[in-house]
């Protein structure tokens, strides 16, 4: 089984940055895509950011040129590194992990964006 943990949530005021953290343990075979999704309260899960093995990306289109997803496939570990925060950001963001024996996901780390 494998397990997530996501770190570098936070408060930050409009305009700031995070860089969020999730790194895989356990038992890891094959990760094909890593991605970061959101659910802010009220709304559905929505994909933020994912990247494939080879580092072919894509992003939601309302954090397109703030946002930018790397991953390092050594450490197992993928990152979202969020510029030019707005309020609108705010939410609790997941990690998932796509894997030759499954779907993973993280607990979440909370991210607030106010001044």
């Known amino acids: 089984q494998m397990q997530l943990v996501e770190s570098g949530g936070g408060l930050v005021q409009p305009g700031g940055s995070l860089r969020l953290s999730c790194a895989a343990s356990g038992s890891i075979f094959s990760i094909y895509v890593m991605g970061w999704y959101r659910q802010a309260p009220g709304k559905q899960r929505e994909l933020v950011a994912r990247i494939t093995r080879s580092g072919s990306t894509s992003y939601v289109n309302s954090v397109t040129g703030r946002f930018t997803i790397s991953r390092d496939n050594v450490k197992n570990t993928v990152y979202l590194q969020m510029n030019s925060l707005k309020p609108e950001d705010t939410a609790v963001y997941y990690c998932?992990?796509?894997?030759?024996?499954?779907?993973?996901w993280g607990k979440g780390t909370l991210v607030t964006v106010s001044s």
């Open positions: 998932k992990v796509d894997d030759s024996m499954g779907d993973y």
